[in-house]
Nanobody
Framework: QVQLVESGGGLVQAGGSLRLSCAASGRTFSRYGMGWFRQAPGKEREFLTSISWSNSNTNYADSEKGRFTIARDNAKNTVYLQMNSLKPEDTAVYYC????????????????WGQGTQVTVSS
């Protein structure tokens, strides 16, 4: 069982940056691939990025390459999402998710989810 808690969301102006954190409970964090997704009102949940359990491999959605960076610290049971050059269209609820020995792009394959954190980018 893994419990995830996101933090770091908020209101930011266009062009600004935010760093989201996702703290995981449990002793087996290093067995879990971690992903970040977002969902805007009226839209489907969207994959952003993911990182393998060993911290050696990452995936990025093509649209976010170069602006978003994922990292994890297994000693702290935490995964991060650094977001730069934010745009109003980045406004959404951001979720982290965990899957044992998986770090793909399909949200259906992630078993554990956080409650989400709101990111609002003003123009």
């Amino acid at each position: 069982q893994v419990q995830l808690v996101e933090s770091g969301g908020g209101l930011v102006q266009a062009g600004g940056s935010l760093r989201l954190s996702c703290a995981a409970s449990g002793r087996t964090f290093s067995r879990y691939g971690m992903g970040w997704f977002r969902q805007a009102p009226g839209k489907e949940r969207e994959f952003l990025t993911s990182i393998s359990w060993s911290n050696s491999n990452t995936n990025y959605a093509d649209s976010e390459k170069g602006r978003f960076t994922i990292a994890r610290d297994n000693a702290k049971n935490t995964v991060y999402l650094q977001m730069n050059s934010l745009k109003p269209e980045d406004t959404a609820v951001y979720y982290c998710a965990a899957a044992e020995f998986y770090y793909g792009t399909r949200h259906q394959d992630y078993r554990y989810w956080g409650q989400g954190t709101q990111v609002t980018v003003s123009s």
